[in-house]
């Protein structure tokens, strides 16, 4: 089920207007990779891209060795699945509703669904742990329900490669970490491919196996989060001063920003 995707000197923008430009990216095959980078620099449209959301001006994106613009859209759809930032549903749709839609690129257009379907649906609702609330509808749940939902729905594409833009705003800390331990558990047990765009530094730096820097519309490094962690990238990506410390716990970098790039925080507010 493992899909191999690479990007190869892709321009794309809206309107004419580039936000990208010659991006190169090999998506390493069984990880999680994360784009991270400032507001606007360009990590949706990247990801929108890869994801063949958007047609690309220049370049291609290579899935399993085929160029996915020019796939029919039910073969990307059995390979990759996108979960777009506050992606909607409409009014009085189920969980389950939701999950069956995953099957739709599999479905010719006269079939319902088969055995199999409903086998694979079930699968799905049981890995994002929504059975209990299959009949549920999507405006009913919480935000982190719905959220596992839509995974859900991903899960029943049966895809080997899952995009996923921010999945964890507007939940709290504890929904974050759930969202970002599920991704990380199909990644280990379905040896699904996990490509995301992250706000949290360090939940990048916990659950991705390969963080893809981006600033203004550009590669600025990319490498394993001890690669790639360092105040100075922090500083020139972010523009924050930030101290990168160890994980007492997880051994893993974890960013400590004070403040922003050149202006140290000060306690006392008198003194700014
Ligand atoms: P990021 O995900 O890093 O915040 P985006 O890829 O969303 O960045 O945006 C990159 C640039 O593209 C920004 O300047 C943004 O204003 C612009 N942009 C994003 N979406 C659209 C759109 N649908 N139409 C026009 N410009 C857009």
């Not at 004070?258 to 000060?266: A, E, K, L, N, S």
Request: aromatic letters at 6%; glycine letters at 6%; proline letters at 5%.
């Amino acid at each position: 089920m493992q899909s191999d995707m690479t990007a190869k000197n892709l321009t794309a923008g809206y309107n004419g207007n580039p936000v990208f430009q010659n991006f190169e990216l090999k998506i390493p095959s069984g990880k999680i990779t994360t784009l991270i980078g400032a507001n606007g620099s360009g990590k949706s449209t990247i990801l929108k891209t890869l994801a063949r959301l958007l047609t690309p001006s220049e370049g291609v994106v290579y899935l399993d060795g085929e160029s996915i613009h020019r796939m029919p859209t039910k073969a990307v759809a059995q390979k990759l699945a996108m979960l777009p930032q506050g992606a909607q549903t409409p009014a009085g749709i189920t969980v389950r509703d939701l999950a069956e839609y995953g099957r739709y690129p599999y479905r010719t257009r006269l079939s319902g669904l088969t055995a199999k379907d409903d086998e694979i649906v079930r699968w799905a609702l049981e890995s994002t742990n929504m059975l209990a609330l299959a009949d549920r509808e999507i405006d009913q749940l919480s935000g982190g329900q719905r959220q596992r939902a839509w995974i859900a729905m991903a899960l029943a594409q049966k895809t080997g490669i899952l995009f996923l833009d921010e999945p964890t705003t507007y939940l709290d800390i504890s929904h974050q970490l759930e969202i970002l331990q599920l991704l990380r558990r199909l990644n280990v047990q379905q040896n699904v491919t996990v490509v995301m765009v992250l706000h949290d530094l360090n939940h990048a730096i916990m659950f991705s196996d390969y963080l893809v820097t981006i600033k203004d519309g550009k590669k600025y490094l990319e490498g394993t989060p001890e690669e790639v962690i360092t105040p100075h990238m922090l500083r020139e990506v972010f523009d924050v001063e930030a101290e990168v410390v160890r994980h007492p716990v997880l051994r893993v970098p974890v960013c400590l920003p004070y403040g922003v790039r050149g202006q140290p925080f000060v306690k006392n507010m008198k003194e700014v």
